[in-house]
């Protein structure tokens, strides 16, 4: 992978990363729920005149099913259980929570699409949730009770993400990505209009909670979901999907430098388990072994 490539990875993890900081400040001020639907339709109105400049608006209309499926299950749901968490627990904290996604994806892709689950993807599994039990158990900003309603949400979502991803595969195969993410974003925000405008708050938030949600919408869902698709043609899938490794750094990053959050060793020890379990789950810790492999290959 190249240096530009690099560097574009790198912004994706950072853009992602920053939607924890930014649904961490938002959600007490709009709710859950109506931060979420601003999101997604901010993120809509962003991506439309995109997709309608290369011509693929019907392919949100004629696979409107499957996109309204995955848009529930990749978006409009694990969206707004992500911001329910947040108002509980650290952006930082979330973010690690967030990486376990990839183990759920290969859980399903076994039990569904009967794809082969290597001794070493099952051995990845049980470290990485190894490493979600030393996280929660450990002492998240001082507090020794663990707040289990928002972690059980957190993983529901990550869990919604691992379906989603089974699912396109399953039933979009062949549908850009470009008509997935827009109609993804289009239909989420749809559905949960009438529930933002049952849950609105009492009170306005102010200009800036409206900024953040704008950047939120526009760079942290619609420029970074460009960037990600990008990628996946510029790179392809594997090298694209190690930005999960990337989104907890960013999230813990942003965390401490805006929020002022406080780091713990169980972050570190909890956050390593889960980024080894899911390097031996997708099978990157082989890949990265195979790779200087055939550098010594190609040299001879």
């Given at each position: 992978?190249?240096?530009?490539?690099?560097?574009?990875?790198?912004?994706?993890?950072?853009?992602?990363?920053?939607?924890?900081?930014?649904?961490?400040?938002?959600?007490?001020?709009?709710?859950?729920?109506?931060?979420?639907?601003?999101?997604?339709?901010?993120?809509?109105?962003?991506l439309?005149?995109?997709?309608?400049?290369?011509?693929k608006?019907r392919?949100?209309?004629?696979?409107?099913?499957?996109?309204?499926?995955?848009?529930?299950?990749?978006?409009?749901?694990?969206?707004?259980?992500?911001?329910?968490?947040?108002?509980?627990?650290?952006?930082?904290?979330?973010?690690?929570?967030?990486?376990?996604?990839?183990?759920?994806?290969?859980?399903?892709?076994?039990?569904?699409?009967?794809?082969?689950?290597?001794?070493?993807?099952?051995?990845?599994?049980?470290?990485?949730?190894?490493?979600?039990?030393?996280?929660?158990?450990?002492?998240?900003?001082?507090?020794?009770?663990?707040?289990?309603?928002?972690?059980?949400?957190?993983?529901?979502?990550?869990?919604?993400?691992?379906?989603?991803?089974?699912?396109?595969?399953?039933?979009?195969?062949?549908?850009?990505s470009?008509?997935?993410?827009?109609?993804?974003?289009?239909?989420?925000?749809?559905?949960?209009?009438?529930?933002?405008?049952?849950?609105?708050?009492?009170?306005?938030?102010?200009?800036?909670?409206?900024?953040?949600?704008?950047?939120?919408?526009?760079?942290?869902?619609?420029?970074?979901?460009?960037?990600?698709?990008?990628?996946?043609?510029?790179?392809?899938?594997?090298?694209?999907?190690?930005?999960?490794?990337?989104?907890?750094?960013?999230?813990?990053l942003?965390?401490?430098?805006?929020?002022?959050?406080?780091?713990?060793?169980?972050?570190?020890?909890?956050?390593?388990?889960?980024?080894?379990?899911?390097?031996?789950?997708?099978?990157?810790?082989?890949?990265?072994?195979?790779q200087?492999?055939?550098?010594?290959?190609?040299?001879?």
């Amino acid at each position: 992978m190249g240096l530009l490539s690099t560097l574009e990875l790198v912004l994706l993890a950072a853009l992602w990363g920053a939607s924890f900081l930014f649904m961490r400040e938002g959600a007490p001020q709009f709710g859950p729920i109506a931060l979420i639907a601003l999101r997604t339709g901010i993120a809509a109105l962003f991506l439309l005149p995109i997709l309608l400049l290369g011509r693929k608006q019907r392919y949100v209309f004629s696979q409107w099913r499957p996109i309204l499926i995955v848009g529930l299950t990749n978006t409009a749901i694990p969206f707004c259980l992500f911001s329910y968490t947040t108002l509980s627990l650290a952006a930082g904290f979330t973010s690690i929570l967030n990486a376990t996604a990839p183990m759920f994806a290969a859980i399903i892709a076994f039990l569904w699409l009967r794809q082969k689950l290597t001794l070493t993807a099952m051995a990845g599994l049980l470290v990485g949730f190894g490493g979600v039990f030393v996280l929660v158990t450990g002492k998240e900003g001082g507090m020794v009770r663990i707040e289990w309603q928002p972690i059980l949400a957190a993983l529901a979502a990550t869990f919604l993400y691992g379906f989603a991803a089974n699912y396109t595969k399953k039933a979009l195969n062949g549908t850009p990505s470009l008509a997935i993410a827009t109609g993804s974003q289009l239909y989420s925000a749809l559905v949960l209009s009438p529930l933002a405008w049952l849950t609105w708050p009492a009170s306005m938030p102010g200009a800036e909670a409206w900024w953040q949600v704008v950047a939120l919408g526009i760079a942290c869902t619609g420029l970074a979901y460009i960037l990600y698709f990008h990628l996946i043609e510029k790179v392809g899938v594997g090298n694209s999907i190690t930005v999960a490794y990337l989104v907890p750094l960013f999230g813990v990053l942003w965390g401490a430098l805006f929020l002022d959050e406080v780091l713990h060793f169980s972050m570190f020890a909890g956050g390593g388990m889960i980024l080894l379990g899911v390097a031996l789950t997708t099978g990157m810790m082989a890949k990265l072994r195979r790779q200087p492999k055939q550098a010594v290959t190609a040299q001879d």
